[in-house]
C-alpha cells in the first residue's frame, strides 16, 4: 500500500492496527506527516488498507441531530477558551468520573500531538485552537487500554474521530468522540518555521503560541507569540528569563492568514468526505460565528457552535447543562454554520509550495503576504481600535 497526500488524511490508524509495528511517520517535503511502511516488517496482512475510512465510499458515523449555542457560566473558562467554554464543559464531566482526556497540545518543539489529561491542569493545556495538523501518533492504543475500565473523552479532526472509530471497530458506551468544524489542516513545519521566523526578528525565545487571542475580542483573530528574553548569569551561561514580552504584530498573522485562504492545507482536505452533516463523532463543537444573525446582537466574549449527533453525544451535553448557558436552534436555522462539502483548492497552491521548498519560508512571506509598511499600519491600525472599543 502507498501514501500519498491527496488521498491520505495522516490519522494514523494505519500505524495504530499494524501488528507488527511495521508503519512508521515521515514528513513529506512540505511537512505534512504521512505513514511509512519498512516492507521488511510488512508481512502484507491488509489492515492497513482495511481501517483506513478516508477512501470508503461510505464513512463510519451519524447525522447531526441538535444544535446549540453555549456559553460556559464561569467568566475565567470563556476568557481562557477560544469561544464559549464547550471542551472545558465536556471534558469536566468526563474528568469528574476519574475519567481520560485525549486533545491537542504543543511539545517542547512547538510540534503538536495528541496527548493524555488525567487532571484539569493537563487538560487546560488543551485549551485553545491550534490550526497546525496535530499528530496523533499511537493515540488510538492508549484509547483501546483506558476503554477496559474508564471513560475516555476523544477530541479530534473528523478525519482522526473516524480513524479512531474505524480502529476500534465497534461502539464502546464510555467512549465519547467529540470533533470540530474543521476547515483543513496546515503543515507543522511551517508553522514551527514561522515561529522561529518571529523569534528571530524579536531576538527572543517563542515559549508560548496563542492563535487567537481575546485580549481585543473575540472576533480579532489576532495571533500572540510570546517570548522568554535571555540573558547571561554570572558564570556567563545563557539561560531563560520568565519575563516575557508578547508580539501580535502584523507578520504574526502571516501563518493564520495562509490558513484561511486555504494555501497552507494538507492536499487531502481538498478531498475531505467528513465536510457534511453526518459526523464520524457524538458531538460537534466550534465558534459560533455570525450568532448575531440568531440573536440580533454581537457577543464579545465568544460563544460555542454544538452538535449533538448521537444518543450518547445528546446524554453527555445533558450533563454539562448546569455548567452552561446552552440555546436549542434547529439545523435549518444554523445551516450558515454547518460544513458543506471539501474545502477548495486555491489556484496559486502549487506555486505556493514550490517557492516554500525551493525558496524557504521567508520568500513565502515576500510573494504571498502583505509586508509592507503601509499593511502593517493598517493592521495597527485595526488592533488599537479593537483595544479601544474593548476596554
Known amino acids: ?86 471542551f472545558t464543559a465536556l471534558s469536566d464531566i468526563i474528568l469528574d468520573k476519574e475519567g481520560v482526556v485525549f486533545g491537542a497540545t504543543y511539545d517542547d518543539d512547538f510540534n503538536v500531538i495528541h496527548t493524555i489529561a488525567l487532571t484539569v491542569e493537563e487538560r487546560d493545556r488543551m485549551r485553545g485552537s491550534k490550526y497546525v495538523q496535530c499528530n496523533s501518533r499511537l493515540s488510538f492504543r492508549d484509547v483501546k487500554k483506558f476503554l477496559a475500565d474508564r471513560p475516555v473523552l476523544f477530541v479530534g479532526t473528523p478525519c482522526q474521530c473516524a480513524g479512531l472509530k474505524s480502529y476500534l471497530k465497534k461502539d464502546y458506551d464510555n467512549l465519547f468522540v467529540v470533533d470540530f468544524l474543521c476547515h483543513g489542516v496546515p503543515s507543522n513545519k511551517m508553522f514551527k518555521e514561522h515561529i522561529a521566523y518571529i523569534g528571530k526578528r524579536q531576538k527572543g525565545q517563542p515559549v508560548d503560541y496563542t492563535f487567537r487571542t481575546k485580549k481585543y475580542g473575540w472576533n480579532s483573530s ?39 485562504v486555504n494555501l497552507s492545507l494538507r492536499p487531502s482536505c481538498f478531498n475531505c468526505p467528513y465536510r457534511n452533516n453526518h459526523r464520524p463523532s457524538d458531538i460537534t463543537i466550534g465558534d459560533f460565528w455570525q450568532i448575531e444573525y440568531l440573536t440580533g446582537k454581537k457577543d464579545k466574549e465568544g460563544v460555542s457552535f454544538v452538535t449533538a449527533n448521537s444518543p450518547k453525544g445528546e446524554a453527555l451535553l445533558a450533563e454539562v447543562a448546569n455548567d452552561v448557558c446552552m440555546k436549542e436552534y434547529t439545523l435549518d436555522q444554523v445551516k450558515f454554520r454547518l460544513p458543506n462539502g471539501a474545502t477548495k483548492k486555491p489556484k496559486r497552491y502549487e506555486e505556493f509550495w514550490n517557492t516554500y521548498q525551493n525558496h524557504g519560508y521567508e520568500k513565502v512571506l515576500q510573494e504571498y503576504f502583505d509586508v509592507s509598511n503601509k499593511a502593517r499600519i493598517r493592521w495597527e491600525v485595526k488592533k488599537l481600535a479593537k483595544r479601544l472599543k474593548f476596554i
Open 1 to 86: 500500500m502507498e501514501f500519498e497526500l491527496n488521498t491520505c488524511s495522516g490519522c494514523m490508524a494505519c500505524m495504530n492496527v499494524c501488528p507488527k509495528d511495521a508503519i512508521s511517520i515521515i514528513e513529506s517535503p512540505e511537512g505534512f506527516i504521512l505513514p511509512h511502511i519498512d516492507k521488511d516488517k510488512c508481512v502484507n496482512c491488509g489492515l492497513c488498507e482495511e481501517v483506513c475510512d478516508f477512501k470508503r465510499s461510505e464513512h463510519v458515523g451519524h447525522d447531526m441531530q441538535q444544535a446549540f449555542s453555549l456559553v460556559h457560566h464561569d467568566k475565567q473558562v470563556i476568557e481562557r477558551s477560544s469561544s464559549g467554554g464547550a
Open 222 to 260: 489576532a495571533n500572540v507569540i510570546t517570548f522568554a528574553e535571555l540573558f547571561q548569569n554570572q558564570n556567563s551561561y545563557a539561560k531563560k528569563q520568565r519575563r516575557v514580552q508578547e508580539d501580535s504584530s502584523w507578520l504574526a498573522q502571516a501563518f493564520l492568514t495562509f490558513f484561511a
